[in-house]
């Protein structure tokens, strides 16, 4: 995984910040994003969001946590809103991964509409897990 300054930056500030680190960042039109184990997610939230609003006040960027998870599917699930994933399938097109998501209908709309989010997702999927691709 190659980190960029930009990267670091943000990597080492949350850190600082916190007192736990995260295993990726990417930033993209103003949101940093963050891919953080479980066991450190707690500490960068703080008690009732506390140091993630300091440090997201302190950045003047809006801070999106992503959990890790070593199973694909089950990242991606855990970074959708909570019952709108119905299910995930990997599929492989000869080097090529793919990650097909169902969305619950009554939800796809508003899946789809946050594309900030898909965005950072697909890019944390292809950076530490190899998925080139997700379907909707």
Not at 2 to 16: T, W
Not at 47 to 73: A, C, D, R, S, W
Request: with cysteine.
């Amino acid at each position: 995984l190659k980190l960029g300054k930009e990267q670091m930056f943000y990597l080492s500030a949350l850190e600082r910040e916190t007192g736990k680190s995260a295993r990726d960042c990417i930033v993209q039109n103003g949101t940093i994003s963050f891919l953080v184990n479980t066991e450190n997610m707690p500490r960068i939230i703080g008690k009732k969001g506390v140091n993630i609003k300091k440090f997201t006040e302190k950045m003047g960027k809006k801070i999106q946590l992503f959990e890790y998870n070593e199973e694909p599917e089950k990242f991606i699930e855990k970074a959708l809103p909570k019952g709108t994933v119905k299910g995930v399938q990997m599929q492989k097109n000869g080097e090529e991964k793919t990650a097909r998501i169902e969305i619950v209908p009554s939800e796809r709309v508003s899946i789809k509409a946050n594309q900030p989010k898909i965005r950072a997702l697909k890019e944390l999927l292809d950076r530490n897990f190899g998925v080139k691709n997700i379907r909707l």
